[in-house]
């Protein structure tokens, strides 16, 4: 079975710092391109930073610019998403994906509805005093 699991997610005060990790079971993640997405209670799903199989390429929406940090340690075939000085409106769940290196990861990461990718069931994080 084919699986994508998130966790780190909690509750933190404005300006505290969280660490999400994806990792898989049934495939090597490190042979994919991954991605984190967040949905905000009645918004949209949306992009927040992807990074390339390979080469270590990154993309980061510009509302985390400078804030939030994407890695990935292929020995453990784990992709952290590193989250400073968060702010109430990064409150979402965050769901990591994952999908075959054929895009530009900017590409990967504006492109919630593309269907050649697997999604994990999310993480709930809240920010807030």
């Known amino acids: 079975q084919l699986q994508l699991v998130e966790s780190g997610g909690g509750l933190v005060q404005p300006g505290g710092s969280l660490r999400l990790t994806c990792a898989a079971s049934?495939?090597?993640?490190?042979?994919?391109?991954i991605g984190w997405y967040r949905q905000a209670s009645g918004k949209e799903r949306e992009g927040v930073s992807c990074?390339?199989?390979?080469?270590?390429?990154?993309y980061y929406a510009d509302s985390v610019k400078g804030r939030f940090t994407i890695s990935r340690d292929n020995a453990k075939d784990t992709v952290y998403l590193q989250m400073n000085s968060l702010k109430p409106e990064d409150t979402a769940v965050y769901y990591c994906?994952?999908?075959?290196?054929?895009?530009?990861?900017?590409?990967?990461?504006?492109?919630?509805?593309?269907?050649?990718?697997?999604w994990g069931q999310g993480t709930q994080v809240t920010v807030s005093s």
């Open positions: 990074i390339s199989s390979s080469l270590g390429r990154t």
């Open positions: 994906t994952a999908e075959p290196p054929h895009r530009a990861v900017q590409a990967m990461c504006v492109s919630p509805g593309y269907e050649n990718r697997y």
């Open positions: 049934g495939f090597l993640l490190h042979h994919y391109a």
